[in-house]
């Protein structure tokens, strides 16, 4: 049985509903990446080089504090993670939520939402906290409707 987990991290609500949609064609469980100390508007002002997010994103071994997490990732074979593309890549906190767990064995399905780039080097920076998995290229899906989501999801349904 290959059993699907949909997790996510969302600043403002975009990849949240998108990954809501993923979950549902996918018949995965949904779980959100919540930062222990949730982020301001002005912690997100990426124009600020002060920012807590630019702070985060210039340093890569930044590991930005989560709030909880899954006590029963050993159920999950597929792993869907969604994000905001931050300076090109995935926020750092999908990093402290991947690296929590031993992932060996399972297929992890990058997904994300930008306001105008694409992964960049995400799998790059992903691929050392994901040891032992499977590390699919992943896509931004901005406004991807039902056919898009099912088509991206459709390779993992075995």
């Known amino acids: 049985m290959n059993k699907k987990l949909v997790a996510f991290f969302s600043a403002s609500g975009v990849t949240a509903e998108l990954a809501g949609r993923i979950a549902k064609e996918a018949g995965a469980e949904l779980f ?22 630019t702070i985060e994103m210039k340093d890569k071994s930044s590991r930005p504090e989560v709030a909880s997490f899954l006590d029963n990732m050993e159920d999950y074979d597929t792993i869907f993670v969604g994000f905001p593309i931050w300076w090109y890549v995935a926020p750092t906190i999908i990093n402290t939520f991947l690296e929590a767990y031993d992932l060996s064995g ?53």
């Not at 100390?37 to 990426?46: C, E, G, I, R």
Request: aromatic content about 8%.
């Open 32 to 53: 959100e990446i919540r930062p222990a100390v949730p982020y301001t508007k002005a912690d997100l002002n990426w124009m600020d080089k002060e920012s807590r997010s």
């Open 106 to 158: 399972k297929t992890v399905v990058p997904f994300a939402t930008s306001g105008g780039s694409g992964m960049g080097r995400t799998n790059e920076f992903l691929a050392p906290s994901v040891k032992g998995a499977k590390l699919e290229e992943g896509r931004v899906l901005n406004r991807a409707g039902t056919a898009e989501i099912k088509a991206f999801v459709a390779p993992y349904m075995n």
